[in-house]
């Protein structure tokens, strides 16, 4: 299965699975003339279908389109995975195995790459030139796709890069509080595909509904879409528009620095090293469970000689400015509160970044009962 790394890979365990879909709605069987017909299955069956699905590879093309609300980001020359916050992006994928996976976000003129080849994890963005490559310690467990790269106040890290892992993040919320049914079938780059629906019950969740179209034949998840409560079109909707199940060329994963190009070394921390955080580093933090999780982290800062007091990081620093401020009689020391049609964002006067999918007063609620 084209999974997820260990940071974002929670599933739900069986017992809660069965208590959400129990008595699960079967497939209409008035499916529109122009909707594949496929035998009928229960939320139940689909559910198993998608966490037993054992695509090892395949190659393709994802067409990703983000419509949070957020202000116009700011245009560095070229595409970076910020890129995908807004608008639609085209990316290409290719799996070979649980250790060689790629991801392209293509643009007409740039590109920028993720490369996981066994030991070594390469990123590489046309524009700046630039290329990290990070030796995998070896009782590291990387048999999956590589997250957007970032520093943990980087919102680009939050975005998934293949339908897959936009389900599995839905998938780990299932719970009772979550209903589950099955919606009509459809055609997904020429593939049958059902429709499993998932509609948050708890009204503090932004997320009105997630439909994840599972491939009739493999269980591969070939389309996510999210839709806000506040309803309107898809906040996400990333999708293959072509796609191989055939192994792709070993080519494909073998990556070698551009000439010309800067070549930065990291070294991934082992397991022991990571539960040790370094010197001045604050943890990231979850509050909540399920659709209402909200995350904490430390935002950005500028460097001591940037003699700014703006987040170091210009996404975040662009994203603010469409903030409102909240006041100290809501929140101690008061901070800046950005509200879009999927995700709060909330930036404390002591550095700290909460983001959930939840309103803005679970937001501020959850920020003062954790300071």
Not at 112 to 134: E, F, I, M, P, Y
Not at 150 to 169: F, I, N, S, V
Not at 327 to 338: A, I, K, Y
Request: charged letters at 15%.
């Amino acid at each position: 299965m084209l999974g997820l790394s260990a940071r974002h890979a929670r599933w739900a365990a069986p017992v809660v699975i069965a208590a959400a879909v129990a008595g699960g709605a079967q497939v209409s069987a008035q499916a529109a003339n122009d909707r594949p017909h496929l035998p009928s299955l229960t939320a139940r069956d689909l559910l198993v279908k998608v966490q037993t699905a054992r695509v090892s590879t395949l190659s393709g093309t994802v067409r990703s389109t983000t419509d949070l609300g957020v202000p116009a980001l700011p245009q560095r020359g070229g595409l970076d995975w910020s890129s995908l916050l807004t608008g639609t992006q085209t990316l290409r994928v290719y799996l070979d195995g649980p250790q060689r996976q790629r991801v392209d976000l293509v643009g007409p003129l740039t590109q920028a790459s993720l490369v996981h080849d066994r030991s070594t994890l390469w990123t590489w963005n046309s524009t700046t030139r630039t290329v990290t490559r990070t030796v995998l310690p070896s009782s590291s467990q990387a048999t999956a796709l590589p997250d957007v790269p970032g520093a943990p106040g980087d919102l680009a890290m939050h975005l998934p890069l293949t339908p897959q892992q936009a389900a599995e993040r839905a998938l780990a919320a299932v719970s009772p509080t979550t209903k589950v049914s099955v919606g009509r079938p459809a055609t997904v780059a020429g593939r049958d595909a059902y429709d499993l629906r998932l509609q948050p019950r708890d009204a503090v969740s932004l997320v009105g509904s997630v439909d994840v179209y599972v491939d009739a034949r493999t269980g591969l998840v070939l389309r996510t879409v999210v839709t806000p409560r506040s309803g309107g079109a898809a906040a996400v909707d990333i999708g293959f528009t072509r796609l191989s199940l055939r192994s792709p060329a070993a080519s494909t994963f073998r990556f070698s620095p551009p000439p010309g190009s800067s070549v930065r070394d990291v070294t991934m921390p082992t397991h022991d090293a990571q539960r040790s955080a370094p010197s001045g580093a604050a943890p990231v933090r979850t509050f909540g469970n399920g659709w209402t999780t909200v995350v904490r982290s430390t935002a950005p800062q500028p460097s001591a000689s940037g003699g700014s007091e703006q987040p170091a990081s210009p996404l975040l620093a662009t994203l603010l400015r469409a903030s409102r401020p909240v006041p100290g009689d809501r929140l101690p020391g008061g901070g800046r509160l950005l509200t879009t049609r999927l995700v709060s964002v909330l930036l404390t006067a002591d550095g700290h970044l909460y983001v959930g999918a939840v309103t803005p007063d679970e937001l501020i609620r959850t920020a003062r009962a954790s300071g």
